[in-house]
């Protein structure tokens, strides 16, 4: 049973949330940054705000704690839709952009993709920057509460293998209960985190200004800048090094971060094999680039070629997007492994896209268990992840995501293609998208203008795709979703 | 157990029967072509010939009927790399390439992949020539008998599916009467239909030469020409059609033509949901393609961009790997979608490649399952194929290996990128060789030998991979399979 008007006091909510933000923006511009666009945040935040409060108020026979598995899958993929849309709003005002290129650029800030339609960030309004970045914080959380709280009960990809892993009453199958739970303990990590990389920056040499919003969007693993040059600007290794740091633990499991920090023990990060996994993908991915590179361009010497390949790493397989260099002149190889490291992804219950390194491994331990079955035939074998017995159904799950990850790749770059796009450009966007990561390569390696109207609504719907993990949004396709 | 002696002594029967191959075609130099290159083929046949020998008979307390699973798998990986290099001898003596590039066309041919180091083919020796084409064919009967035979029993990417379509005594899991009783029907459906093929081809225009030796490249869908502009040269409509006829009965599982033949019923094709789902997405491809091709080009008219369309269509998906035209220079986004349709590849049990149409099927319903699990959580489930439930089993094992198709991909195409190849030469190699399709693209649009030896030998090892269906040769990189 799926009850519209339930749905639509559902997405008052975060039409509410929205407009508080709004307002809160509109306040900002006209009492301390004075930059002058505050009309661009009240009026739709009034607008938005009356019209959610008469939602959440007028259909009050729904009550909300009886949503259905159903209704939550319909409800998460409206949601980025319609706050996407009220999201454009002030960006559509103040940048004078399209209201296609203004809803992907509001889409793209929460679903913390971070690919833009901007160029000139450096002369924008104070307020629009720190707006933007903001969005991506609060893109962020949203993500962590659906994938620890909701995507679990609906084992996407796998995920219910996740439920044992957060703290908390778990037996309960009802969505809210679990969900008001999980929000508060997730919101307190997530809110300590950004506090500590903000002051990083900021002692770093950050203005205030650019370590709270580049706080935002690193913690999130967003990665939109205030600066055309990204994290380049700062030209401060300390700071690229402070980022590295917080781009995984943005890309870590929010629920071990909660772990470590009630037992007050760092080792439980080594103890967790995807957390472990992650941390070792990176240090062998590192080590490849870097070889490449200095193979290439042995003048600028090997510690600031480590820096500079770990930081692009970390910013890639994080999904974080962003740039300290122009890695679109390094050879076309590195560009390659780049956006391939972007399908592995962080750790499942993070801000980081990708198909999460949790998946990785089942895959290659499922791989590597037919291969053992092709041995010994008649042995007994069995996958197990973190000292527990992996299902069938699980493993069905998550082999379904992987491949479906590589067909709908192929598929949007096909389709970006027919828009006129060149085959390197259409596929390190989809990957960009799909990925929740967002650097293009090619004409799009400035930013995605040159994208066609088509070729941005796609993209659009490719970042949603991704980010709710693409089973929530593509079952909605099927006649199955509908039929009672 | 693995008997290093058994093995040479199972290797001696395919390196004799390329030393008969070998002779034969120094006779027909001699005796019918009178093009002096007997020598090339003579000489190495009677050293093989004599050496083969020497170990059939030499160990012959190793019995061949004794061969185990694990044997089998070494055996059949070991007899594509020895026979490539024996197969390679008169390449390398008649054309003067290196070794690496004798051994990669050598290979190139016995996978039925079709990629080659040469041009200038028209100017070549006719025996060479025909020479060439032949090893395709007879590439094409091994992989058919190693597919039908052997896979079903190893459930190599849930082929165990298979046992059940084929005809024959089929409960007994002893490799050697399976393989005996197997090979006999296999060897006649495949010379009736290669006779009909060339038949068509001499009434249509070719030579009597053309004819025989393109029936041998058709059927075994390898694609090797006498001619550098391929199937082109001919520029002949009923050419290309009867060409696009004998490819798809090259790709279609040989175990349903001979029960076709049985039963004297055309209607058994369509019957079978591996053959229907292959015969509608070929019609599928190919009318997005035409409408692709028409839209950019109206000017040579609907009826010709369908028959050209068609043809390329049935070419690349059957994996065979024929040129009608100049298709470098059609659109990227046509190459990019040629270049993925060679992943549909044809039917199981035929000499076609890529990850065959049975697979896709399966991957399909499995991705489909999952989507119905969402919405019904309790529901009981399962996939059906040809009427019979899949199992849990079958349903790991494809996913395994869709995974690993993708995943061999990423790294093959890095590695090649790493030897100096752009993306899409290396792109378009890997899957060209991995599906053992054939052409490639970018800089490999003509032929491979702009490829170092580095490169190279990765090629040669893709196409053994693919040809193998990846985990036959993968599993020997494996501790366990080494381990007592
Ligand atoms: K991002
Ligand atoms: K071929």
Not at 119 to 139: A, C, E, I, K, V
Not at 200 to 217: K, P
Not at 237 to 254: D, S
Not at 446 to 469: C, H, I, K, Q, Y
Request: positive net charge; aromatic residues 14%.
């Amino acid at each position: 049973m799926i009850r519209p008007l339930l749905i639509l006091r559902l997405l008052a909510m975060p039409c509410l949330w929205m407009s508080v933000v709004q307002f809160t923006f509109g306040e900002l511009s006209f009492m301390w940054f004075k930059d002058e666009v505050q009309h661009a945040f009240i009026t739709p935040a009034a607008i938005t705000f009356t019209l959610s409060l008469a939602f959440l108020f007028g259909f009050k026979k729904y009550p909300l704690p009886s949503v259905n598995i159903r209704e939550a899958m319909l409800f998460a993929s409206l949601t980025w839709l319609i706050v996407g849309i009220l999201g454009a709003v002030p960006i559509i005002t103040i940048t004078q952009v399209s209201f296609t290129d203004g809803v992907f650029e509001s889409i793209s800030a929460l679903t913390t993709t971070g690919a833009t339609m901007l160029s000139g960030l450096d002369d924008m309004p104070p307020t629009f920057l720190m707006y933007r970045q903001f969005l991506q914080w609060m893109g962020g959380l949203g993500v962590v509460i659906f994938v620890v709280a909701i995507l679990p009960m609906l084992n996407i990809g796998g995920m219910r293998l996740l439920k044992a892993e957060t703290p908390g009453p778990i037996k309960d199958d009802k969505l809210s209960p679990r969900i008001s739970n999980t929000t508060h303990y997730l919101w307190m990590v997530y809110l300590v985190i950004t506090g500590l990389c903000a002051v990083s920056y900021y002692f770093a040499g950050m203005s205030a200004f650019d370590a709270i919003g580049h706080s935002f969007t690193t913690v999130s693993t967003g990665g939109f800048s205030t600066h055309d040059a990204s994290m380049g600007y700062f030209k401060s290794p300390l700071i690229l090094w402070i980022c590295n740091l917080f781009m995984v633990l943005g890309a870590v499991n929010f629920a071990l971060h909660y772990r470590v920090y009630i037992a007050r023990s760092m080792i439980l990060y080594w103890k967790d094999e995807e957390a472990r996994t992650f941390l070792k993908i990176i240090a062998f991915v590192t080590l490849i680039l870097a070889l490449l590179l200095f193979q290439i361009d042995t003048e600028k010497g090997l510690w600031i070629t480590i820096t500079q390949t770990l930081f692009h790493v970390i910013s890639f397989i994080t999904s974080t997007g962003y740039a300290a260099t122009d890695f679109g002149a390094w050879p076309a190889v590195t560009s390659i492994i780049l956006i391939f490291v972007g399908y592995i992804g962080g750790c499942a219950g993070s801000t980081a896209g990708g198909n999460k390194v949790i998946r990785n491994i089942i895959s290659f331990k499922s791989i590597g268990l037919e291969i053992k079955r092709l041995v010994r035939p008649n042995g007994v074998f069995s996958i197990k992840f973190q000292g527990r017995t992996i299902s069938d159904d699980v493993r069905h799950s998550v082999m379904g995501f992987m491949c479906l990850a590589a067909m709908v790749t192929v598929l949007f770059t096909v389709l970006l293609m027919m828009t006129g796009m060149s085959f390197m450009a259409s596929l390190s966007a989809t990957a960009a998208c799909l990925n929740v990561l967002g650097p293009g390569f090619a004409e799009l390696g400035n930013n995605f203008s040159p994208l066609s109207d088509t070729g941005t609504w796609l993209m659009s719907f490719a970042m949603v795709l991704g980010r709710l993990e693409y089973f929530t949004v593509l079952v909605l396709f099927f006649p199955v979703f509908w039929r009672h």
